[in-house]
Nanobody, 128 residues
Framework: QVQLVESGGGSVQAGGSLRLSCTASGNTYSNVYKGWFRQPPGKEREGVATIYSAGGTTNYADSVKGRFTISQDKAKNTLYLQMNSLKPEDTAMYYC?????????????????????WGQGTQVTVSS
């Protein structure tokens, strides 16, 4: 089992920045892919940025490329999401997720169903 706890959400004006953190505990050594997902009000959960734990290869949704950066600190069992140039459409509940299942690629999937460990989420609100 893996437990995930997010922090760092909040309210910011458009153009601002936030950094989300996700601290993992439990059987963290088994995590193959990790990532950040978000769910805007009334919409489905979507992948934002993911990382292949072993090699550090990253994968981003087109909507956040060039603005968001995912990184990991394995010594601290912590995953980060640096979000710059935030837009109102980035407003959502942001979730950290992980999985021990390898799906045959080093490019960590952006599809939520691959991930079986989830945090409780942290709200990000961007005002115009």
């Amino acid at each position: 089992q893996v437990q995930l706890v997010e922090s760092g959400g909040g309210s910011v004006q458009a153009g601002g920045s936030l950094r989300l953190s996700c601290t993992a505990s439990g059987n963290t050594y088994s995590n193959v892919y990790k990532g950040w997902f978000r769910q805007p009000p009334g919409k489905e959960r979507e992948g934002v940025a993911t990382i292949y734990s072993a090699g550090g290869t990253t994968n981003y949704a087109d909507s956040v490329k060039g603005r968001f950066t995912i990184s990991q600190d394995k010594a601290k069992n912590t995953l980060y999401l640096q979000m710059n140039s935030l837009k109102p459409e980035d407003t959502a509940m942001y979730y950290c997720a992980a999985t021990g299942s390898h799906v045959g690629t080093w490019r960590a999937p952006l599809t939520p169903y691959v991930y079986n460990y989830w945090g409780q989420g942290t709200q990000v609100t961007v005002s115009s």
